[in-house]
């Protein structure tokens, strides 16, 4: 368990680090692009924190992808709407497929998307960017999570597909 943490917490890194270089870029050395990379990197040192601070691994999974989550719709809020930033979630959701255990999956995506729905009715612009609709906000909040019940549904047959494997394996050992 603790090699997925490191690769997630160090693909957390790398995208704390890149977003960090071009919002720099995109906004300058203002007052947006400094609190933009703030936001950035508060959520990576969070995330280093819990890595190595946290024992129980879903928690600790869960600070690892959660936090940075949180961190793109503060840091699109920030921004006056972003719509890139959102989409990084899908790749957090990703990350926590590596774990192969539903609970890791739904415990990510109830949170992020509840705070992403109420995010694309209330200010849509935080997750479809300046130029929003409110259905293009909501349809990529949607997809999200049918993308997570659909990690979940794979997930529980794999876990099903090796248990029946390691049973089969018993039988042929005896």
Do not use: W
């Amino acid at each position: 368990m603790e090699k997925i943490h490191k690769q997630n917490h160090t693909m957390i890194l790398i995208g704390v680090t890149l977003l960090s270089i071009m919002t720099l870029f995109a906004y300058g050395i203002n007052k947006s692009g400094l609190i933009g990379v703030a936001v950035l990197l508060v959520s990576g040192v969070i995330s280093t924190v819990c890595r190595y601070v946290v024992k129980d691994d879903l928690v600790k999974a869960l600070c690892i992808t959660v936090i940075p989550s949180l961190a793109t719709l503060i840091y699109a809020g920030v921004q006056g709407g972003n719509s890139i930033a959102f989409i990084a979630n899908f790749a957090l959701l990703a990350m926590m497929t590596g774990y192969f255990d539903r609970r890791y999956i739904f415990y990510y995506v109830v949170p992020i998307g509840t705070i992403s729905f109420i995010c694309a009715l209330v200010k849509p612009e935080v997750i479809d960017g300046a130029d929003y609709t409110r259905a293009g906000a909501l349809t990529k909040v949607v997809l999200l999570i049918l993308i997570a019940m659909i990690l979940i549904n794979a997930t529980m047959r794999g876990r099903r597909l090796l248990k029946k494997t390691e049973e089969t394996l018993d039988v042929v050992k005896e």
